[in-house]
């Protein structure tokens, strides 16, 4: 890895980012563990200090690390959301005493045709809410949602009053809904991610793609919802088998 560039052509200030990214959310680092001297990063990574700063930089502005004058760089205080997907997942529930300092941000809606994965459960015609959930004011979640038109024809105002789907959706008169279904996957954030999430070119997201449903098994949305991979974790809960 050269000075300029990684693997592809990929910067290499973004993959020291990457790396020193590792260290610290997998504890490597502790909090308030010092990071290695930019001289020991150059070494490490072959790279020139500038390299390294502008890595740390990153990091810095995602509040994993912070910078003492004349003594180095270090872990900052960070903890991970641990977000549980069941067969009621709720994001109020996962935060519990957390969740008043929430908050719910309605980017765009949009009566429209959906995708055609989409359609095929929901159909033609669907009311989408692109929103951004912050805690403590630092988003932690990007989501697309689906609904059926014909089931949440007003859910977008029923939001903009609420900043909660579940609440929404009770207004409109649906007061339970289900998980049928969860993929998770993991890539690097887009553009339009980062920017929304505030996070640092390089930074991994964990992607959701969710299927909810009414009680007796109508679907009712799909959901697309990236979450900043070191500040939130996806914890799978697993139904007993008889």
């Known amino acids: 890895m050269t000075a300029n560039e990684g693997p592809s052509g990929y910067a290499a200030w973004r993959l020291i980012a990457e790396e020193l990214r590792v260290d610290v959310t997998d504890g490597r680092i502790p909090v308030g563990g010092r990071l290695p001297s930019e001289a020991e990063l150059a070494e490490r990574f072959a790279v020139n200090r500038h390299t390294v700063r502008r890595a740390v930089a990153a990091l810095a502005a995602e509040g994993l690390v912070e910078a003492r004058?004349?003594?180095?760089?270090f872990v900052a205080p960070h903890t991970?959301?641990?977000h549980r997907i069941g067969t009621r997942?709720?994001?109020?529930?996962?935060?519990?005493?957390?969740?008043?300092?929430?908050?719910?941000?309605?980017?765009?809606?949009a009566i429209e045709v959906p995708p055609p994965d989409v359609a095929a459960v929901l159909g033609e015609q669907v009311v989408r809410l692109e929103v951004v959930r912050s805690l403590s004011g630092r988003?932690?979640?990007?989501?697309t949602h689906w609904f059926g038109l014909g089931r949440a024809p007003d859910l977008a105002a029923h939001f903009r009053r609420t900043g909660s789907i579940t609440r929404s959706l009770e207004a409109g008169g649906i007061d339970d809904y289900v998980r049928v279904s969860t993929t998770i996957s993991a890539r690097h954030a887009t553009a339009d991610e980062l920017s929304d999430l505030e996070l640092s070119p390089g930074a991994v997201v964990l992607v959701a793609r969710a299927l909810d449903a009414l009680p007796g098994g109508e679907p009712l949305?799909?959901?697309?919802?990236?979450?900043?991979a070191h500040l939130v974790e996806l914890d799978v809960e697993h139904v007993p088998t008889a």
């Open 80 to 82: 991970l959301v641990t």
């Open 69 to 73: 004058r004349g003594s180095g760089t």
């Open 221 to 228: 949305s799909v959901g697309y919802t990236r979450f900043p």
């Open 139 to 143: 988003p932690i979640s990007r989501g």
């Open 89 to 109: 997942t709720r994001m109020t529930d996962s935060l519990g005493p957390r969740s008043g300092d929430a908050s719910a941000r309605l980017l765009e809606t």
